[in-house]
């Protein structure tokens, strides 16, 4: 749709800037390859004339004619009615602008992340230590993410939520990088009581999907709600929860004695239980044994909980071409104008 610029804007020079010229798009911009056969029209007329052009034997004294500058103007009705087939052409090619909004809706996903704090996430059989990769990961998960709203849930002996649901990835991210071994004073691991704080931040959500992700190394050992009872109250409130178990069995190497001495623990991790709660809530259970495992996982869940994210996009579209037509039309009554005049030679034109 063609909208007229406001009073006589179309008479500013702006138009004629080169700069306008490459902000258009053009409809028709075959026309724009004929623009170098305006001046070689004139050219060919000009070789015409000269060859055929009609001549008469007159006597004159003998002299010698000097050049005036005064006689150049006779070429200035040439240069308008080239300037007047130029802009023909532009406005043949149909210059034209268009914006383009684009909207993105989407059903986004409540998505909790549980995460184990204990002393246990210390061990290096990730690098640098259990807690770290799991962050790390963490923070790539949310990044991946689009119009979803993320939580999360630090616990030990016991448990709080860190974050609530919120859209505001960068504040998400940075608690992710806030969480420090030791935040919770309560050493042991409370896998009931941190699946009842995440129930309770999304129990009330209103989302297509709710989604519990708990990341742990170890069994339950503190805490005074059971996990299978988390759990099924998880499935009752129709949250899906993915447990995640990180860790290695065997001898790990935890630090160094006073001495220097490498410390080495034996771990191993209560698979059973972290599998039956992830069947009970509906969900899956994953096995992490190495810090690119614990990321293929993740880019697992991420598939599977993925945002379906509907675009619609709105083009206005201006067209500019009778500016250049307003100016061809000027240019042609100019024109006509000085063919009156003494511009032209009437015995040659």
């Known amino acids: 749709m063609w909208q007229t610029p406001a009073d006589f804007s179309w ?24 623009l170098p ?34 006689s150049t103007l006779r ?14 052409l532009v406005a043949l090619a149909r210059p034209q602008k268009t914006d383009e909004t684009v909207e993105l809706t989407s059903e986004g996903i409540d998505i909790m992340l549980v995460l184990d704090v204990s002393g246990s996430m210390e061990l290096t059989d990730f690098s640098p230590n259990r807690l770290e990769s799991a962050k790390e990961v963490a923070l790539q998960f949310v990044n991946g993410r689009v119009q979803d709203r993320i939580g999360i849930v630090v616990f030990a002996g016991r448990a709080f ?12 991210k940075e608690s992710i990088k806030d969480i420090k071994l030791n935040m919770i004073s309560e050493d042991g691991t409370a896998i009931g009581s941190a699946l009842a704080v995440a129930i309770n931040r999304l129990r009330e959500s209103t989302a297509k999907s709710k989604v519990c ?29 993915y447990t995640v178990g990180i860790g290695r069995d065997g001898s790990v190497q935890m630090g160094t004695d006073s001495t220097g001495a490498p410390i080495t623990v034996q771990t ?31 880019q697992r869940i991420n598939a599977l909980e993925k945002t379906e994210v509907k675009e619609t996009r709105y083009r206005d579209t201006r067209d500019y071409y009778q500016i ?26």
């Open 37 to 70: 056969a305006v001046p070689l029209l004139f050219l060919m007329r000009w070789l015409l004339h000269l060859r055929f052009r009609k001549k008469l034997d007159v006597a004159l004294f003998e002299g010698k004619a000097t050049w005036h500058w005064t």
């Open 213 to 241: 992700i708990l990341i742990s190394d170890g069994e339950n050992t503190a805490g005074s709600l059971d996990p299978e009872l988390a759990a099924q109250l998880a499935h009752a409130y129709q949250l899906k929860l």
């Open 75 to 88: 070429y200035i009705p040439d240069l308008i009615f080239g300037l007047f087939l130029v802009l023909i």
């Open 11 to 34: 008479l500013s020079p702006g138009w004629f800037a080169w700069g306008a010229w490459q902000s258009y798009d053009w409809a028709n911009p075959v026309y724009l390859y004929a």
């Open 268 to 298: 191993g991790l209560e698979e059973k239980t972290l599998r039956q709660l992830a069947s009970l809530a509906e969900g899956q259970f994953f096995r992490a044994q190495d810090a690119n495992a614990l990321s293929k996982i993740f």
């Open 161 to 172: 939520s860190l974050v609530p649901l919120t859209t505001d990835y960068g504040l998400v």
């Open 324 to 349: 250049y037509l307003r100016w061809a039309i000027l240019l042609l009554l100019l024109w006509l104008l000085l063919k009156n005049t003494f511009l032209t030679n009437a015995l040659e034109d």
